[in-house]
């Protein structure tokens, strides 16, 4: 079946622009992760999804970051005003109930 | 808090010599463990995870890995690599508390020689 999906696969964008970033997770899956990899860099953990539940967003660096998912479904991560140190791999995954996780290729995200 | 240390950040070997990934984690009672493999451009793929039970686990890709509690590590093994192993791996740790939020190692990149 369909994997985990997200796009841009590349996105360049200036300094002080907002971007956006989506995941298409797997069909039926009820958790949704977003993650950030820095160049030689483990997962930095970004928000999570469950269900109906409230996201818990402990990981979000700063309020310029934030993040929906409609429907339980497809997620958008927003990026305002983007600085250099966003630059990065983001990654999104999803899982059937949390635990394994199933990771989409990623957006790498260039800020100039 | 949990946490996950990957001791090696780059390991060479040859093309059908073993492999041993070292991971060590910090956690009070047993967690949950999980192994992940990453090609350059991709995302990160399910090697293989540990819930309970048999501390010997197979996964795909003809890894293994074995939880010692004792030594609070899971390290991966393969007994013969092959040119396309050469990759991230990444371990990651997740507390049966219920937090859903697992911690990541750093990675160990794997370079295979011909």
């Known amino acids: 079946g369909a994997g985990v999906s997200q796009s841009p696969s590349n996105k360049v964008t200036e300094k002080g622009k907002d971007v956006e970033l989506r995941c298409d997770p797997i069909?039926?899956?009820?958790?949704l992760y977003w993650y950030r990899q820095s160049l030689g860099q483990g997962l930095e953990f970004l928000i999570y999804?469950?269900?109906?539940?409230?996201?818990?967003k402990s990981g979000l660096p700063s309020d310029r970051f934030s993040a929906e998912r409609t429907g339980g479904s497809v997620s958008t991560l927003t990026i305002q005003r983007t600085q250099q140190e966003d630059s990065a791999v983001y990654l999104c995954a999803s899982s059937p109930r949390g635990r394994e996780q199933y990771f989409g290729p990623g957006t790498r995200l260039t800020v100039t | 808090a949990q946490s996950v240390t990957q001791p090696d950040i780059h390991i060479t070997v040859s093309e059908g010599a073993s492999l041993e990934l070292r991971c060590n984690y910090s956690?009070?009672?047993?967690?949950?463990l999980f192994w992940y493999v990453q090609s350059p451009g991709q995302g990160l793929q399910l090697l293989l995870k540990?819930?309970?039970?048999?501390?010997l686990v197979q996964g795909i890709k003809g890894f293994e890995a074995e939880f010692k509690r004792s030594q609070s590590s899971f390290n991966l093994r393969k007994p013969s690599v092959h040119w396309s192993d050469a990759a991230e791996y990444f371990c990651?740790?997740?507390?049966?508390?219920?937090?859903?939020?697992?911690?990541f190692g750093r990675g160990t990149s794997l370079i295979v020689h011909p």
């Open positions: 069909s039926g899956h009820t958790a």
């Open positions: 956690y009070g009672a047993t967690p949950y």
């Open positions: 990651a740790v997740e507390t049966s508390g219920g937090s859903y939020i697992p911690t």
């Open positions: 999804f469950q269900g109906n539940s409230a996201p818990d």
């Open positions: 540990y819930f309970s039970g048999d501390t």
